[in-house]
């Protein structure tokens, strides 16, 4: 007599899990695409640290981190990916959310689509980056005066800060729904303020070790310094995490996330089965960075950024080569654009500004335009490191940066006269 096999109904209707991993693969295609585009284009070119360069000790950071990525990221995916597949064909979710967590880090400066408030530290290794190469791109970018993306930074960062986010947040949910039985609203709204919190850490953590800055932040912890912490990233983020988390935390009892269900009804191969899960994975990491984050800190910080400090402007590896010195651009704030379509040049009013050599992409501004001042004020001078080295919270607490006249066109507190 034949035996007798469980085989899964085949369901009529496509299960979330396949929709989601259309979406995954829809976004692979995008960043093909983009990247693509980068590496046959002119952004392909390093942003230079500039003339000073950051503190010995910030280097030796930025060295050791940049050193252990690889090895790091190799170890995950031993013991996350390959290994627990070898032993049960299976590869479990954390396997799979270290793969989107890497694909993650390509929106890392997303939010300056409209406007350049994030810089990143360029004496990390780069190779400038991509994000000019989005269509519509409006932040102000040049072969090698780009928001760089420091591809050995990245890559670790976001799988690091993402897993360790999950880590406590799923502690502190099962405390508190063992000690309140409370359910998942509940426990959202209990997590949302640790999560700000544990931002303000993390992320204060690494700007005071001059890894990137928040330059156009506009309310801040101290905001007369490099390590500028506005106090909307910390809502933004938490809005951004809490998706990811709860991704990860919530499943059914067959042990699915909201977007694996209908997985095992699914008559594939085991292989395929990964393959399916790990683009849906993708799918709802990269939109929910897209939704929760990028939209909205584009239109509320890089349409209209604040005003940099200082200690930022006179920092070139802070500036990217955008703005400030070294260049005849202002760096922005209110008043002061610095987009594909219009900057503010320090030449003075007489002065011919060269005409730029750039030839603009298809989906770019054809002509950008730049703006003038007639108070001569020019950008701050080079910060010196033996003069003027990192100094954590050297600062007012919370508020503005009191530089008015620093990067705005101003002097002595008059407003701006743009032609």
Known sequence: MAEKYD?????????????????????????AYVLTRWVTGPYFVSVPVGPVEPAAWSKAIMDTWQILSLPLLALGGYFMIYRPYKKTRNVPLDGLLLIAFVFFSLQDAGSNYLGIWY??????????????????????????????????????????GLFTFCFIGSGLMNFARKRWNWGPVKL????????????????????????????????????????????IEMIWI????????????????????????????????????????CLALI??????????????????????????????????YLTDGLCGPGTDRLCPGPGVPLTQQAWVTTRPAGEIVPEETWNSRFWEPSVGKALRRDDGKKNPELTDGKYRKYRPFNSQFLGYSKDRCNTLLCIEGREPNLP
């Open 188 to 231: 959202i709204i209990f997590i949302f303020p640790f999560m700000m919190l544990y931002d303000l850490v993390i992320e204060g953590t690494f700007q005071t070790l001059g890894l990137y800055t928040m330059a156009g932040g506009k309310i801040s912890f101290f905001p007369d310094t490099y390590e500028k912490f506005p106090l």
């Open 119 to 160: 810089t990143v530290n360029s004496y990390m290794l780069n190779m400038g980056s991509f994000y000019n190469e989005i269509p519509g791109w409006l932040g102000f970018g040049r072969p090698g005066a780009v928001v760089p993306y420091a591809y050995l930074f990245h890559i670790t960062e976001y799988p690091l």
């Open 283 to 316: 799918g709802v990491c990269q939109t929910i960075f897209l939704t929760c984050y990028n939209i909205p800190v584009a239109l509320t910080m890089g349409s209209n950024p604040g005003e940099w400090p200082s200690d930022i402007v006179s920092r070139p």
């Open 7 to 31: 085989v899964p109904a085949i369901p009529k209707s496509r299960p979330a899990v396949v929709w989601w991993a259309w979406i995954g693969g829809a976004w692979l295609v995008f960043w």
């Open 238 to 277: 938490a809005c951004l995490n809490i998706p990811v988390l709860a991704l990860r935390y919530f499943k059914n009892d067959k042990g699915e996330t909201i977007v694996e269900r209908g997985i095992n009804s699914m008559v594939i191969s085991d292989l395929k089965k990964q393959v399916v899960r």
